[in-house]
């Protein structure tokens, strides 16, 4: 008696425990209900809520951002991964489900569910015989399936990836002052954050790594015109009254006229992106890609000259 309640403990895991791993898995799914929802298929693949669901064969394949388990042809798996079916659905019967590996981090939350070895696989299914979300599925004897992971592929996720924060916006006189028509104002960014960035994005054995260096600044000024700068710009000091700069800008109209009168200021980063793989052939240059942008408002104002009488 105490083997099978030790047995019952481990298969009917607490709602709050199976909803925790899911969420870590899938990202997005809420739990709804532990209600059973498939009875058992005949082919010793236990079909219910509990995560004692089990299934044999198929093959697992590594791709670009999950790895995924196909069923074996004929099985009642399989036939749950195709689409709508025709006519009238079956009000219990999920459909168009695809099945995802848990990640090793739910695994060992997990544990084994079963004969071993096996992998813990999460559907996600459409149709009226869905439950939200579906029961993992302990999954034994699947055949590994060659990699064909595309390098460029991960590489794209590796860019999605780089850490390309916002700048900040610096000037002089400072934003939060009136500026002048007239006036050159500097322009700049934290030096400090202007340096490469990188990220890497795996699939099995197959990585790629993107390198994103900063190039260039594109200011947005607000009244229509641009400019553009090859670097983070030079800091204004004002114990140095001879020091230059070679990122400013000179407002010729006030921003009286525009909402909240005041201009608009952005300053965007681009940045040159690289690419290398390892485990498979692959690299190369993507281009410029444009970093987040920081938007600051400026109020620029007409500096008025008062002619007075001699001796007034």
């Known amino acids: 008696m105490e083997g099978v309640r030790r047995t019952r403990e481990r298969r009917e895991l607490p709602r709050r425990v199976l909803t925790t791993l899911l969420l870590i898995t899938l990202g997005s799914v809420v739990f ?4 059973p929802a498939w009875a058992d298929d005949g082919q010793g693949q236990r079909n219910s809520t509990s995560a004692n669901a089990t299934a044999s064969g198929g093959i697992i394949s590594v791709g670009a951002t999950s790895d995924a388990w196909t069923p074996p042809a004929g ?11 025709p006519g009238q659905p079956n009000p219990n019967q999920p459909y168009g ?3 995802h590996l848990a990640p090793p981090s739910t695994e060992q939350l997990l544990g084994t569910g079963g004969q071993t070895p096996g992998q813990w696989v999460f559907p996600i299914c459409a149709g009226p015989g869905v439950i939200d979300p579906m029961p993992p599925i302990w999954v034994t004897n699947a055949q590994a399936a060659a990699a064909q992971v595309n390098p460029a592929a991960l590489a794209q996720q590796a860019v999605s990836q780089l850490p390309l924060g916002s700048p900040s916006i610096e000037m002089a006189p400072p934003a939060t ?37 900063p190039v260039e600044v594109v200011w947005s000024m607000g ?4 400019v553009t700068c090859a670097g983070p710009g030079t800091p204004y000091d004002s114990s140095n009254p001879n020091a230059t700069t070679d990122c400013s800008y000179t ?32 690299g190369g240059n993507l281009g410029q890609v444009p970093g987040p942008a920081a938007r600051v408002p400026v109020r620029v104002a007409e500096s008025q000259a008062v002619n007075t009488a001699p001796g007034a």
């Open 32 to 35: 709804l209900r532990t209600t």
């Open 75 to 85: 099985s009642p798996w399989a036939q749950r991964s195709q689409g709508d079916p």
């Open 97 to 99: 489900c695809t099945y």
């Open 177 to 213: 002052s009136e500026q002048l028509v007239n006036v050159s104002t500097w322009l700049w960014l934290n030096p400090a954050a202007w340096h490469q960035q990188t990220a890497t994005a795996a699939a099995g054995p197959v990585s790629a790594t993107a390198t994103a260096t």
């Open 223 to 226: 009244d229509g015109h641009k």
């Open 251 to 282: 407002w010729t109209q006030s921003s009286a006229g525009q909402p909240d009168g005041a201009y608009q200021v952005t300053a965007t980063v681009y940045w040159l992106v690289a690419w290398t793989a390892t485990g498979a052939p692959g």
